[in-house]
């Protein structure tokens, strides 16, 4: 997949390789498509494939490329596909129907001196553009990871728990029921209320904190009772 596309006629074609080896000098995959001036009006039935392979659409609108069908054809499937366009207006040439419909809202990067100085805010805005999609696409991966480690650690502190409870409840039993069977209750009864605060410490911040994770339990407790 390119991160763009820059679309122009064969007359601005030397500025769109400018364009284009900016940005991949940035790190920003481009490709450059060249429309052919001689195509017929393109049918709006069939999207054009590079555009499904691409993540930011760049026409590059001058008075050649006002006249281009295909570039009209991308525009429409561009804006169809909810694909980010960013034109710059190489000249003053203004715009007619077509591309007043598509563009006349978008973000503009106009070249008024310079190739140079209009490359650098292009190569700016796409990088600000791609930037918050990339850290959307890989945060939510790296947490849910972590998160899922998280809980391993503290189901398994749990388990640890209940295991060392149910070995000591084991020995005081072999030790004590005979002779001190109330006493062994006693004890018995604080080993497992231990247990369970040190549980309900272990797992409540995994769960929204401590008063949520109360709240929880005291709702399905409730809940129990109530036969629901």
């Known amino acids: 997949m390119e991160d763009v596309y820059i679309s122009c006629t064969p007359t601005d074609a030397a500025a769109a390789k400018r364009f284009c080896s900016d940005l991949e000098a940035s790190g920003i995959r481009c490709r450059v498509c060249i429309a052919d001036p001689s195509a017929r009006p ?9 555009l499904l392979y691409t993540r930011i659409y760049v026409p590059l609108v001058s008075r050649h490329s006002l006249s281009s069908a295909v570039m009209k054809n991308e525009l429409y499937w561009a804006t169809e596909e909810y694909i980010p366009i960013f034109p710059v207006h190489l000249d003053k040439a203004p715009l007619n ?28 805005v796409i990088r600000d553009e791609l930037e918050p999609q990339q850290k959307k696409t890989a945060e939510p991966a790296d947490n849910s990871e972590k998160e899922t480690n998280r809980l391993i650690i503290r ?9 060392a409870y149910l070995i000591i409840s084991t020995v005081l ?6 002779t001190h069977y109330s006493l062994f ?41 109530r036969g629901e």
């Open 42 to 50: 393109a049918s709006t039935g069939r999207i054009p494939p590079v």
């Open 97 to 124: 129907d077509s591309f007043s419909f598509y563009l006349g809202t978008k973000q503009w990067i106009s070249v008024k001196r310079s190739l140079g100085t209009a490359s650098k805010k292009l190569c700016r």
């Open 173 to 178: 039993s072999s030790l004590m029921w005979d």
């Open 185 to 225: 209750w006693n004890i018995d009864a604080v080993l497992g209320l231990a247990v369970c605060v040190i549980i309900f410490f272990i797992m409540a911040p995994m769960y929204g904190g401590y008063k949520v994770f109360l709240r929880t339990i005291a709702e399905k407790l409730r809940d129990a009772f």
């Open 155 to 163: 189901a398994m502190l749990c388990i640890g728990c209940v295991l």
